[in-house]
């Protein structure tokens, strides 16, 4: 193929005139450096290696050329993929789109892409996804898978695999993991309850094999006893599934077995719409006869009525967070501290929320 360059000086004062694909070699030679110096330039992954006027001088050869990176070669050369696997166990969920997004955005700015896997809460899907996705090469994997019995994780790690978790946590403190203090985020919701004069409460949550599940209930039980209130008055109950409708069924049943039961603090945002359909059938109306915590704050819950009063988590920066921790994991080659990342929750109060009935 016949290449064409018009030469210019070295301070690229005038446009290049090319016929054919610019190559690596073409723009070092435009930005008077070795074609290596102009490859580490132009990779992302790379920022700060090369001086910022060398970098600049490179981008604008690039640009002048019309240069655009081969994708496939870089590979070659650098032996990665530059994909990670992320797997999600429900994107129907509205928690993990943001963190999703997190992790893309994260992943972006160091020339990385996200390959998702949605495994729908089945441990067979999972397995099926997880394969495919080693069949792909990805350099790492974020995992959000919930279940406690860490098979996909295994997996992972017995593949010597870089893995970071996310949204829950692992009993393992040599896996990196991002979630948020939830913990934290049940003791200000029970807390709040409390204070405004609740005695009687119930916990409304999914699967105790989730581990969000597990860790929300461990601190319902805690921050009770924290504040005083009779673990005689409390009522655990789980339901099959983190759904409105398992929510609905679960709180009808609860509230027909212990009618002094004044205030709900639901698993998760959709479980509190779940609640105050229960609530309505029961003819409880919140907050007045009846008052609903939500958990994550997902979006449009400020509109629900009454607006619902629930425990905020940082979903986007969750999923920033743990992009960060497996770059930091590949650029150390494995070799890097296994950080474990709790990032704060907040309660944010509307209008679901009120003192007991007299």
């Not at 619902?308 to 999923?319: S, W």
Request: proline share 8%; glycine share 10%.
């Amino acid at each position: 193929m016949l290449r064409i360059i018009v030469a210019i000086d070295r301070h690229n004062q005038y446009p290049q005139l090319m016929a054919g694909r610019p190559t690596i070699r073409d723009v070092a030679e435009l930005a008077g450096v070795h074609p290596g110096t102009a490859s580490r330039a132009l990779d992302p992954r790379l920022e700060g290696r090369i001086s910022a006027p060398t970098a600049e001088r490179v981008r604008l050869a690039a640009r002048r050329l019309g240069y655009v990176a081969d994708p496939v070669a870089r590979q070659l050369r650098v032996r990665r993929s530059a994909v990670i696997g992320v797997i999600v166990p429900d994107l129907a969920n509205p928690v993990f789109p943001p963190v999703v997004q997190g992790i893309e955005d994260a992943l972006a700015e160091a020339g990385y892409v996200a390959l998702v896997a949605n495994t729908g809460n089945d441990p067979g899907r999972e397995r099926d996804r997880v394969t495919a996705l080693q069949g792909r090469r990805c350099d790492g994997y974020i995992v959000a898978s919930a279940t406690l019995d860490g098979t996909t994780i295994g997996r992972l790690t017995a593949a010597a695999e870089p893995v970071v978790l996310v949204n829950r946590e692992t009993g393992d403190p040599g896996l990196p993991a991002v979630s948020s203090d939830d913990r934290a985020g049940v003791q200000a919701a029970m807390a709040h309850l409390a204070g405004l004069g609740h005695r009687v409460i119930a916990h409304i949550t999914g699967p105790p094999n989730l581990s969000v599940v597990r860790t929300r209930a461990e601190a319902f039980r805690s921050s009770a006893e924290r504040l005083g209130l009779d673990p005689g008055l409390l009522v655990l109950r789980h339901g099959p599934a983190l759904t409105a409708s398992c929510a609905q069924e679960a709180a009808l049943a609860v509230l027909a077995e212990v009618p002094a039961i004044t205030a709900i603090l639901a698993g998760n945002d959709l479980m509190a719409l779940g609640c105050y359909a229960a609530a309505q059938q029961a003819g409880r109306p919140c907050p007045a006869s009846l008052s609903i915590v939500g958990y994550n704050d997902m979006p449009f819950v400020e509109w629900w009525r009454p607006a619902l009063t629930t425990v905020r988590i940082p979903q986007y920066e969750i999923g920033q967070e743990a992009a960060r921790l497996l770059l930091e994991q590949l650029g150390s080659g494995g070799h890097g501290p296994a950080k474990q990342i709790l990032l704060p929750t907040s309660l944010t109060l509307r209008s679901s929320t009120g003192p007991p009935p007299a």
